[in-house]
């Protein structure tokens, strides 16, 4: 079992849980050094999710949830010696799988802590 859930799809901002997880501000998962992350995905529309200003995680790249070929969860460990910061994540549909309209990708905060 993961110590963090964050809740993704395409349009609406991610979820987290447990929810003592997001401390005072309810946009942002916190988690700890070498703890774990699941990503669920929630929506119809295939989405993306990558770290533009880097990853905290041990094994860094974009994940991609949704869709017939991939998962709808996945589970990442936050590295041990991640530096404890606030690491931006964005969540957005994947190319040609977006109805026209308005843009919906959104963005989510993990604060990763020493220790909580």
Same mark, same amino acid.
């Given at each position: 079992?993961?110590?963090?859930? $964050?809740?993704?799809?395409?349009?609406?901002?991610?979820? @987290?849980?447990?929810?003592?997880?997001?401390?005072?501000?309810?946009? *942002?998962?916190?988690?700890?050094?070498?703890?774990?992350?699941?990503?669920?995905?929630?929506?119809?529309?295939?989405?993306?999710?990558?770290?533009?200003?880097?990853?905290? /995680?041990?094994?860094?790249?974009?994940?991609?949830?949704?869709?017939?070929?991939?998962?709808?969860?996945?589970?990442?460990? $936050?590295?041990?010696?991640?530096?404890?910061?606030? @690491?931006? /994540?964005?969540?957005?549909?994947?190319?040609? *799988?977006?109805?026209?309209?308005?843009?919906?990708?959104?963005?989510?905060?993990?604060?990763?802590?020493?220790? @909580?």
């Amino acid at each position: 079992m993961a110590d963090l859930t $964050v809740t993704v799809s395409a349009g609406a901002d991610p979820t @987290y849980s447990p929810a003592g997880s997001t401390a005072t501000n309810p946009l *942002r998962g916190r988690i700890r050094q070498g703890g774990t992350v699941e990503f669920v995905f929630a929506g119809t529309i295939p989405v993306t999710v990558t770290f533009p200003n880097g990853s905290p /995680f041990t094994q860094t790249g974009t994940i991609q949830l949704g869709g017939p070929s991939q998962l709808g969860t996945q589970d990442k460990t $936050v590295a041990a010696q991640a530096v404890p910061n606030i @690491y931006q /994540f964005d969540v957005a549909p994947q190319p040609d *799988r977006e109805k026209p309209g308005p843009p919906s990708t959104v963005s989510g905060d993990l604060e990763v802590t020493p220790d @909580y």
